[in-house]
């Protein structure tokens, strides 16, 4: 055993940080948390302090018992969890949990995995910070607090198996506020005028009407005024300008920016960063600082002049603007700048170039531009036209790295579209005036990255925070994460060419969502609930406050207890006055009146989600109400009484095929057409209200084509052995299992033999690397043709026929 026992919280950290230490050292993994609140009832004892009762995860008893009986045989025990108040919260947590003799136990902390900063840690050790404890402590009390008084209160009020949080119901509550703010907005159509110009020399360039012009009437009438005008440039402005690069990345501003060029969700950010960490090719990645040392300043500076030249390097330092940055000291970096690309998975290299761009950026001169803007006066009129744009002269740190803006493309690069050379008083000729109809625009619907800055901006949460509570919110079903075609819209043009006007029509699409956070009717119930009864749990700016006092007992400045006192006395009042003095929340809308009926239709949430509903229970003649549930994009507080009254026309029976009915509905997994006891997808561009008999029968064969072709090969001798076609390729699927094929395989020549030693490898290798989903309906009707009826093959078949409900489910995933 080595005299030395280091504790950390991940595996791959461990052994990453044993090659650095060497023999000396034996480094094991906590896996994280090895302690929480134990999970039966509250959990702290709020009569004595606010106490809280910790236990030892079931799934953590091994490795306690193992790191239990390590510490005692070390002469020294180490803790190198992360560096902020959860990694300083895990520290205590094994030190009470292990019982660690103070005397042989050491809390060393770094920011980045490398020779240089673990040794720097082992030499410079410390003791367990009780203040950053304290504070981690606080947030959790508090959270469990909230969230075990308030979520009995909705499941008695809303509807049950509901969940409410301190973070997690004001994102909610932002996201439903914009979606309120873009029901109520009404688009306006204004008429944008751009003119085609050229100069004496005959170069080309474009001019915009500053001016909106509010209608078609107004448009034409300008246009109208303008034949047969003369154009001369009143006035032209040269400025010079320039671009800084971006602060280096803090956590949240590395979870917007791989959002928006990456593609990347909050949660997939953060996996992939905590892998670069741990592998030793970034810094710390939970911070909110955007400070670098000067070992990075230093290295990034050698970086640039070796591969730009010394006129793109200029030093800077930034300095963090929010108050309570507290997660770490330095912003993510890489730690090898010399590095400008890694080994690893493509997400890996993808996020760390991105570091890596970013970093060696914030220390590259600054770009210089050139902004021209010309002005065009109209002889017959006082309106005036405007030409501008500019031209990068040295691109300075653009040549390496541009931040991106929500929903924007931008990349930085070359020369923009700008006026050519021309003087005051030159005369310019008009090529052709269109005057578009263009529409205001409503609120943007948030993204990840845009709900993260958002909460950053109003300073709810910290950096350890946003990913978990997003993820949180939608496996609540309080908002969904998906993207939405947009609809057709029309527009007029007026053209005015060669002194006439023409007025055309197109047709565009627009409102088109992609990755968006939509709240759904149930987050707009509980959101309305909690505001009503809760407005102090939800205001921003109590949540801010109470971050701010988790800094101020991080810093010492204010004792955990007395913080929590002071909120819950209050707050459980509130909760006890509410159980006895609020009805119970609904969301039900009287939607209008089914005009072939005369019987209300209401929406209304019910036990399996959001739903319409035409007509009541009528005791004397036993009728029942009929029901129909929402569809994706609908809400309660939205559905028109056409849309609703579309719901209740499924099932629709489109006529016969092959003499049996072929129905079109909608189940659970998404629109279906049902022809001889047989469901069948129908594709995501057809709309189950308006698909014709035609088009699903060509739906059916497809699919019946797919199956033909599934069928690669069955053994008759041994039916349960099946070689099949699937979604990557050929696999054999045995007694419900699904086993790989080499690649290289000519998979119909394998033989019987051949088969079942693949089969036989892959349960002695933990096998079915081939996903349980890739069964298909082939595989189950080549099977039902076999004579072998044995207990197993029934159990495959059952396993079997639920295959095509998982596939949609993980397909929606």
Request: proline letters at 4%.
């Amino acid at each position: 055993m080595q005299d030395n026992l280091v504790i950390v919280e991940s595996p791959a950290k461990a052994k990453t940080i044993e090659k650095i230490l060497g023999p000396d050292f034996l480094v094991k993994s906590s896996f994280g948390h090895i302690r929480d609140l134990a999970k039966t009832g509250i959990s702290i004892d709020i009569e004595n302090g606010f106490e809280p009762k910790y236990e030892v995860s079931p799934d953590k008893k091994e490795v306690v018992n193992e790191l239990k009986k390590l510490s005692k045989q070390a002469s020294q025990v180490w803790l190198a969890s992360d560096e902020d108040r959860e990694g300083e919260a895990i520290a205590w947590h094994l030190q009470e949990a292990l019982s660690l003799d103070p005397s042989k136990t050491k809390r060393i902390v770094f920011h980045e995995i490398t020779p240089s900063a673990i040794k720097a840690a082992v030499e410079n050790p410390r003791s367990i910070d009780q203040n950053l404890v304290d504070a981690q402590q606080a947030r959790r009390v508090l959270d469990r607090l909230v969230g075990f008084e308030l979520s009995p209160l909705l499941w008695r009020k809303v509807r049950p198996s509901l969940s409410a949080g301190r973070v997690q119901s004001v994102a909610v509550k932002l996201i439903v506020e914009k979606e309120r703010e873009i029901l109520d907005f009404e688009s306006a159509g204004y008429y944008r005028v751009i003119a085609e110009f050229l100069t004496v020399a005959g170069e080309p360039f474009r001019g915009e009407l500053k001016d909106r012009i509010p209608s078609l009437e107004q448009a034409e009438k300008f246009l109208q005024t303008i034949i047969g005008a003369s154009y001369k440039v009143s006035n032209v402005e040269t400025n010079p300008a320039s671009r800084t690069p971006a602060a280096p990345f803090t956590t949240s501003t590395l979870q917007q920016e791989a959002s928006r060029k990456l593609s990347f969700s909050v949660s997939q950010t953060m996996s992939v960063a905590q892998k670069l960490y741990e592998k030793g090719y970034i810094t710390y990645m939970r911070t909110d600082s955007v400070n670098l040392s000067g070992f990075a300043i230093g290295a990034a500076a050698a970086a640039i002049k070796d591969i730009f030249g010394a006129e793109y390097h200029k030093s800077r330092n930034y300095t963090t603007k929010s108050k309570g940055a507290q997660e770490a000291h330095e912003a993510i970096r890489p730690t090898n700048f010399a590095k400008a690309s890694i080994s690893g998975t493509e997400q890996e290299k993808r996020l760390y170039d991105l570091i890596w761009r970013r970093t060696v950026a914030t220390q590259m001169a600054d770009a210089k531009l050139e902004k021209t803007t010309a002005h065009i006066a109209i002889s017959t009129s006082d309106k005036k036209f405007t030409a501008q744009g500019e031209v990068i002269l040295f691109d300075g740190f653009l040549k390496l790295y541009m931040e991106s803006l929500d929903d924007d493309n931008a990349n930085g690069s070359g020369k923009q579209n700008i006026p050519p050379a021309m003087a005051a008083g030159e005369a310019v000729t008009e090529q052709s005036i269109t005057a578009t109809e263009r529409f205001t625009q409503r609120p943007a619907r948030y993204s990840e990255a845009s709900l993260v800055k958002q909460l950053e901006e109003l300073g709810i949460g910290r950096p350890s925070t946003y990913a978990p509570t997003i993820s949180t919110i939608i496996n609540r079903g309080y908002v969904v994460k998906e993207s939405r075609d947009g609809q057709k819209r029309e527009y007029k043009i007026l053209t005015l060419n060669k002194g006439k006007i023409a007025t055309a029509s197109k047709t565009e699409v627009t409102g088109t969502e992609k990755n968006k956070l939509f709240p759904t009717d149930i987050g707009m119930v509980v959101t309305d609930f909690l505001q009503q009864h809760f407005a102090s749990i939800l205001d921003y700016n109590f949540t801010a406050k109470v971050e701010k006092e988790f800094d101020e007992i991080a810093e010492g400045a204010m004792v955990w207890r007395e913080m929590l006192e002071k909120f819950y006395g209050p707050f459980h009042k509130n909760v006890v006055h509410t159980e006895t003095d609020s009805d119970y929340a609904r969301a039900d809308r009287l939607i209008g009146v089914d005009p072939a009926t005369g019987k209300n239709i209401y929406g209304r949430i019910g036990r399996f989600g959001p739903m319409v509903q035409m007509g009541e229970s009528e005791e004397t003649s036993g009728e029942k109400p009929r029901f129909a549930s929402l569809q994706k994009g609908q809400l309660i507080v939205s559905i028109t009484l056409d849309e609703a009254l579309q719901l209740f026309s499924l099932p629709r029976n489109l006529g016969q095929y092959e003499g049996k009915d072929v129905v079109i509905g909608i189940g659970k997994f998404g629109p279906y057409a049902r022809h001889d006891s047989k469901f069948t997808s129908l594709g995501k561009t057809d709309n189950p209200y308006t698909v014709t008999l035609e088009r699903t029968i060509e739906i059916i064969e497809a699919k019946r084509e797919a199956e033909r072709n599934k069928v690669i090969q069955v053994f008759e001798t041994e039916p349960v052995i099946q070689i099949l076609n699937g979604r990557w390729g050929p696999y054999i699927t045995s007694d419900g299992k699904n086993y790989k094929i080499p690649k290289g395989t000519d998979a119909a020549a394998l033989t019987l033999e051949q088969s079942q030693e693949l089969v036989a490898k892959g349960d002695r290798e933990g096998t079915a690397s081939v996903p349980r989903f890739a069964k298909s309906a082939a595989a189950k009707k080549s099977a039902s043709k076999t004579t072998v009826k044995s207990k197993k093959t029934t159990t495959a078949k059952k396993t079997a026929a639920k295959k095509p409900a998982a596939k949609k489910k993980v397909a929606k995933a």
